[in-house]
């Protein structure tokens, strides 16, 4: 895979090689890399002119494979493939870097599980990627509970309507 910046928007292509693996290869070896690579990283963003540093841990791991949580799909098949190829080829951390805040909401569904307390601050994040000259917003959702930061979950949503497509110039 390779990254290249235009502008704002960082823009991805696929490696050549990806297809010589199939789906289930590249999630078993993201899996791995997850284990192995991204879990206790941290990861740098902007909150109120402030720098802060969420960890990828377990619940990041959790959720980047759940393409459905609770019976709810979470998103479309098209952008989870997209985000497993982008961890695959070794660029999780490029993509879940260099976000802008968006805003901040309190827990909204307090009691359901120990991710969900009432305590808890939702910070999201968000970027314009273009993945092979498809325009996503990427959406990074990062836990505040005790000062300490975690990222829950990244979602990617395709742009289809030319008027809200950034220029990437």
Do not use: C
């Not at 199939?22 to 002119?49: A, H, T, W």
Request: cysteine-free; overall charge positive.
């Amino acid at each position: 895979m390779s990254i290249r910046k235009v502008g704002e928007i960082e823009i991805y292509e696929t490696d050549k090689h990806i297809n010589e693996y199939s789906r289930k290869e590249r999630e078993k070896y993201v899996n791995e890399l997850f284990k192995e690579e991204y879990i206790g990283k941290e990861i740098s963003y902007l909150l109120n002119d402030k720098e802060i540093k969420a960890l990828i841990n377990q619940t990041t791991r959790k959720n980047f494979n759940a393409l459905s949580h609770h019976g709810i799909r979470t998103e479309k098949r098209k952008a989870f493939n997209i985000e497993h190829d982008i961890a695959f080829s070794g660029d999780y951390i490029s993509f879940v870097s260099n976000a802008k805040y968006s805003n901040t909401n309190k827990e909204f569904k307090a009691g359901q599980n120990k991710n969900h307390r009432e305590d808890n601050l939702w910070h999201n994040f968000t970027k314009t990627i273009i993945f092979n000259n498809i325009y996503f917003n990427l959406t990074i959702n990062v836990r505040e509970r005790n000062n300490k930061f975690f990222i829950h979950n990244t979602k990617l949503k395709e742009i289809k309507k030319e008027a809200d497509k950034p220029s990437n110039k």
